[in-house]
């Protein structure tokens, strides 16, 4: 049952011995104890010793660990290795050092790696710092520090990692997770049964997904999905991806939606993806625009006959204004203003409408307008002239009004007393008016008031009729 129950001093070899419980040692009692007390330090170089040794045996067989700090256990097992003591285990001198340190364990097992665990029947650990576990787990002399777990896993290079059975992780820093997973190229990653990645820095998930060696930065996700163009991605089962920098989700044989996108932006330099309703609002233009076309193609058919059309009147149109030229007003570029000049001499403008009047009017202006303001000149300086008399009236009368506003300001002190007096009256006469109020209530009940269905004063009180006494002859 491979049960360890002992461990023995054996005087031909002059090692310890891990021996099953049916094993005798020989020698006196005080030895046994120094025995005991050496078995107890050798077990515990397993996990901090880089200088133990250790032969391991069970019922049915025989194990051989060769080198200092080895570990091997059960049938053919053996931790073996040529690395001379206190060897480095890594390039990097601050990871220390060590003396072997390997361990193996199960049937043929085999750890020839410095500081490499084999762990399983026929498993194998090569290579420095790597573990082999499982049944024919293997990892090769090139993978350092790499990892086979499963039945017949297998790392074979720098930092890979296998876990699964028949995992294999061949490339530099790459993942094989799942049953027949196949990591091959550098920083690659395989997740699911029969997945399988084959290029830099790609990557695969789910049953039999697929990137191939030319697919450098390729991603498939979903059962059977197959990239094999770079820097792409193959999304949803069966899904393929065979040109450079796309996202497939589908493939020829088989087509699928995308739903729930979002509006993308439109622009010139937008890169979003549409959805439908963004194409649906463009086709319902088209569709308007190819109706408009129609309707536009006849009204360029009836152009094309205007414009020959035009096209005479246009002829005689230029006789036309080769005679107005003659008598217009036209633009002089010497003196940068239209001149008025005709045959050579100088003319009037006549006919001329009244210009707009205004702070920013460019418009020209007539006799008349020019007339109206003479005339407004002339009376506007005989009313200065009048206005300034007036000026000086004013100066003596604003003189006059700061002796009446002084006086003022005392009258209205004055009338501020009266104001709170008559603010503490108002309060008096408010009470007068309540008790006012509920005298008139009093005669209300008490009167004798009219009554407008009888048209005469009623002596009713409470209800009742009553009698008018004390009435004057």
Known sequence: MNRIFRVLWNAATGTFVVT???????GKKSGRRKLAVSALISLSSIMVSADALANAGNDTGKGIGTENGWIAIGE?????STITTKE???????????????????????????????????SLAESIGSVA?????????????????????????????ALGTNANASGKNSIALGRDTVSSAERSL???LGANAASLDSMAFGYNTSVTSDAANGIAFGSGAVTSAKNSVAIGSNSTATEENVVSVGSDALKRKIVNVGNGAISESSTDAVNGSQLFATNANVTQNTTDIAANTDSINQNTTDI???????NSLSDSVTTLTDDALLWDAASGAFSAKHNGSDSKLTNLAAGTLAADSTDAVNGSQLFDTNEKVDKNTADIATNTDSI??????????????NQNTTDIAANTTSINQNTTDIATNTTNINNLSDSITGLTDDALLWDADTGAFSAKHNGSDSKITNLAA
């Open 308 to 314: 020959a059309t035009n096209t005479t009147n246009i």
């Open 20 to 26: 099953s419980e049916t094993a005798k040692s020989r």
């Open 76 to 80: 053919g097992a053996e931790a073996d």
């Open 190 to 192: 395989t997740v699911g």
């Open 88 to 122: 480095k285990v890594a390039e990097d001198p601050s990871k220390g050092y060590v003396a072997g340190a390997g361990i193996a364990i199960g049937y043929y097992s085999k750890a020839s790696g410095a500081s490499s665990t084999a762990l399983g029947g026929y």
């Open 133 to 161: 576990l499982g049944a024919g787990a293997h990892t090769t002399s090139t993978a350092k520090y790499s990892m086979a777990v499963g039945t017949n896993a297998v790392a074979s290079n720098l930092y890979a990692i």
């Open 392 to 405: 000086n009236q004013n100066t003596a009368d604003i003189t006059a009004n700061t002796d009446s506003i």
